[in-house]
């Protein structure tokens, strides 16, 4: 069966940098794409972009480009989401999720269970 | 300001049937473009309820259905129960190579 596992819950001061990992299980890895969705606290969801894990082209949505950027590891099966110069309006829970679908109606069929960021001194 | 306009909440009674709605305000965001549905509970991570306007992921049970008229796409759910409490988001392409979510809509079943 399909399954994301992403890392755990990280507590970052101000300025740092994190690194999401989201590994892949159930399913070949390049055969679809992986998008990365933030929620803050008490907030909806929000699209930050996905990427391509057949060609490694990424799509970062308005207000996610600069800091953040996707990767992936195919011998690992695992996508990673990078950030950078944390603030602390980078507080939220960051999900992984599948991309399934025909361009452009795409939707996610599997997510993973969340990875909570801190960002404070 | 997102491109898809949900309601902030909605309510209903075990037994009854809501719908939520989810009407594209951007003429990138048109009828031609499908929409997905996703329920998320507290603490928890989204799941799939609907996909392209109306289709229904295996194991999603068949209370659950979509529609589209125009611009607006729709979620109904029939026989609300309980544990149906939970916030429901819309997702759609809105041009550009840019998608988004709705604003999400609380459902409280009292």
């Known amino acids: 069966q399909v399954q994301l596992v992403q890392s755990g819950s990280d507590l970052k001061e101000p300025g740092a940098s994190v690194k999401v990992s989201c590994k892949a299980s159930?399913?070949?890895?390049?055969?679809?794409?992986m998008s990365w969705v933030r929620q803050a606290p008490g907030q909806g969801l929000e699209w930050m972009g996905w990427?391509?894990?057949?060609?490694?082209?990424?799509t970062y949505a308005q207000g996610f480009t600069g800091r953040f950027v996707f990767s992936f590891d195919t011998s690992v099966s695992t996508a990673y989401l990078h950030v950078s110069s944390l603030k602390a309006d980078d507080t939220a829970v960051y999900y992984c999720?599948?991309?399934?679908?025909?361009?452009?109606?795409?939707?996610?069929?599997?997510w993973g269970q969340g990875t909570l960021v801190t960002v404070s001194s | 300001q997102s491109a898809l306009t949900q309601p902030a909440s909605v309510s209903g009674s075990p037994g009854q049937s809501i719908t939520i709605s989810c009407t594209a305000t951007?003429?990138?965001?048109?009828?031609?473009?499908?929409v997905s549905w996703y329920q998320q509970h507290p603490g928890k991570a989204p799941k799939l309820m609907i996909y392209?306007?109306?289709k229904r992921p295996s194991g999603v049970s068949n209370r659950f259905s979509g529609s589209k008229s125009g611009n607006t796409a729709s979620l109904t759910i029939s026989g609300l129960q309980t544990e149906d409490e939970a916030d429901y988001y819309c997702?759609?392409?809105?041009?550009?190579?840019?998608?988004?979510f709705g604003g999400g809509t609380k459902l409280t079943v009292v």
């Open positions: 999720a599948r991309v399934a679908g025909s361009r452009p109606h795409y939707y996610f069929d599997y």
């Open positions: 997702w759609s392409y809105a041009g550009s190579t840019t998608w988004v």
């Open positions: 392209e306007d109306s």
């Open positions: 990427i391509n894990t057949n060609t490694g082209n990424p």
């Open positions: 951007s003429s990138d965001v048109g009828s031609y473009n499908l």
């Open positions: 159930g399913y070949t890895f390049t055969s679809n794409g």
